[in-house]
């Protein structure tokens, strides 16, 4: 059974091997729509996490993909759990969040500088779209000092999370912004969710795109009792209603199981997919514990000298199974993929078959980076 739930995990997340793989821009937009948001992260170390988590699902992915998208109003960005790609049918249950910031409810999105915060919208009124750059090269000295890049980033910052200011594109890692009405699409329902509606996109969103879940997912990073509540209250009547199964672990642990999707695949062929730290299928460390039995930190917020795995190491999926941890960089100067290191964690009985697949894909990862593989990567793929 656990195979079965750690399969229909994977399926959920669209890693599983397809009979027609996606491919394209449209399906690129299937994907984020699928996964309900896919994260942005700014490490470069390899290609950034949005670019990988889409390569992984997407057959030909390309990254403009994603510009064409956000200029197509066909997605959006803002902060699910953290920063992201959301479709752009999902917008109105950002807007609970945006008016929370707009009356001062987050003590983490209030700190922008309320004449510095008109003086970019005016802008952005008049140019059509800002960067945080227009107001860096202004004369310091004429308009106080207050005019740092800290207050800019923060003042901008702010009115992005208060849906005022959107991006309406990136040119490498800068961010242009545009007033909220010029990047929304004409007939968008712009009202706010209620509670029992915001708690319904959570948990239909989480099912959706993961199979398997715990009640900390249902709810990660969100806070207040009524949501809590009306997030129970979903999840009950859908055991009630034989559409969800609850599994309790040995560890005591509840894991919530998909009934109508347990069946509907059997996949006999495997693939090894290498992932983002970032990747839908692995965030959430506590169920890729109990899932998968996967103990998964990302180590390049951890002391040097206190790292096991490196810096920026990635997760293996093999099959329905994580097995180990790669570390990686790409030296995009000299076009190379270096592979820093290799922890296999898990007993592979076909070692043959494993290491063709995972050298294969990662030929098909260095050339995703613009890269080559190192030459001495066999070497590095220790198996004793």
């Not at 030296?331 to 007993?347: C, N, T, V």
Request: charged fraction near 25%; aromatic fraction near 12%; proline fraction near 2%.
């Amino acid at each position: 059974m656990d195979v079965q739930f750690r399969q229909l995990a994977i399926n959920s997340s669209l890693l599983h091997p397809q009979p027609i793989a996606p491919r394209g821009m449209i399906d690129s937009l299937k994907v984020i729509e699928h996964l309900g948001y896919v994260q942005i992260d700014t490490i470069s170390v390899v290609e950034r996490a949005h670019h990988h988590i889409l390569w992984n699902r997407v057959q030909n992915y390309d990254k403009e993909h994603l510009n064409r998208l956000l200029a197509d109003q066909k997605i959006f960005e803002y902060w699910f759990h953290a920063a992201s790609y959301i479709p752009m049918r999902d917008y109105r249950y950002a807007l609970r969040q945006m008016n929370s910031v707009r009356r001062g409810e987050s003590k983490y999105f209030n700190r922008g500088d309320s004449y510095l915060m008109q003086e970019i919208l005016a802008q952005a009124k008049s140019e059509g779209q800002v960067c945080s750059r227009d107001f860096l090269n202004k004369n310091e000295k004429t308009v106080q000092g207050w005019w740092k890049s800290n207050i800019v980033r923060k003042s901008i910052e702010q009115l992005y999370m208060q849906g005022e200011l959107m991006v309406c594109k990136r040119v490498g890692v800068e961010k242009f912004y545009a007033l909220a009405e010029n990047c929304l699409p004409s007939g968008l329902d712009l009202t706010e969710p209620n509670v029992e509606e915001y708690a319904r996109y959570l948990f239909e969103t989480v099912k959706r795109s993961h199979g398997v879940f715990t009640w900390k997912q249902l709810l990660h990073l969100k806070s207040g009792t009524e949501l809590k509540i009306a997030m129970r209250s979903i999840l009950n009547k859908q055991i009630d209603a034989k559409i969800i199964e609850s599994v309790q672990l040995d560890s005591g642990e509840w894991l919530y199981v998909d009934l109508e999707k347990i069946d509907q695949f059997n996949v006999t062929e495997k693939s090894v997919k290498i992932l983002s730290p970032f990747d839908n299928l692995v965030i959430h460390r506590d169920r890729l514990m109990a899932l998968f039995n996967f103990d998964y930190r990302l180590e390049c917020y951890v002391a040097p000298e206190k790292r096991q795995y490196g810096y920026f190491c990635l997760p293996i999926l093999y099959g329905a199974e994580l097995v180990g941890k790669i570390d990686c960089k790409a030296h995009r100067g000299e076009g190379i993929l270096e592979i820093l290191s290799f922890h296999l964690q898990a007993i592979i009985n076909n070692k043959a078959h494993f290491i063709e697949l995972l050298s294969t894909e990662l030929e098909r990862f260095a050339a995703f980076n613009h890269c080559v593989l190192d030459l001495q990567f066999q070497q590095k793929l220790n198996f004793n």
